[in-house]
Nanobody
Framework: QVQLVESGGGLVQAGGSLRLSCAPS????????MAWYRQAPGKQRELVAS???????NYADSVKDRFTISRDNAKNTAYLQMNSLKPEDTAVYYC??????????WGQGTQVTVSS
């Protein structure tokens, strides 16, 4: 089965930046939406950012103007540029792809820890 693989997580100081990347273990065709979710301890998983095949983006209010989602269709890769990081951004970040007909794929998650 195809899985997504995230990379780029780690430890960063408040105010710093990280860039997450996500690519599948095999080529996936016709990806409609790419998205990043996160889950902090004791909290529900939440949508952080998404991008459609046409390039339309949506962001959670908590990350607007700080995070940027992008995609490289030729490389089948999604990115999340995270700037001005805050301790409350600490979470496991998950990548999600949805094909145009509805089939979806998830990654195992990558830990992002922001220290104060």
């Amino acid at each position: 089965q195809v899985q997504l693989v995230e990379s780029g997580g780690g430890l960063v100081q408040a105010g710093g930046s990280l860039r997450l990347s996500c690519a599948p273990s095999a080529l996936i065709f016709d990806i409609g939406r790419m998205a990043w979710y996160r889950q902090a301890p004791g909290k529900q998983r939440e949508l952080v950012a998404s991008i459609t095949s046409g390039g339309s983006t949506n962001y959670a209010d908590s990350v607007k103007d700080r995070f940027t989602i992008s995609r490289d269709n030729a490389k089948n890769t999604a990115y999340l540029q995270m700037n001005s990081l805050k301790p409350e951004d600490t979470a496991v970040y998950y990548c999600n792809f949805v094909r145009m007909y509805g089939r979806e794929y998830w990654g195992q998650g990558t830990q992002v820890t922001v220290s104060s």
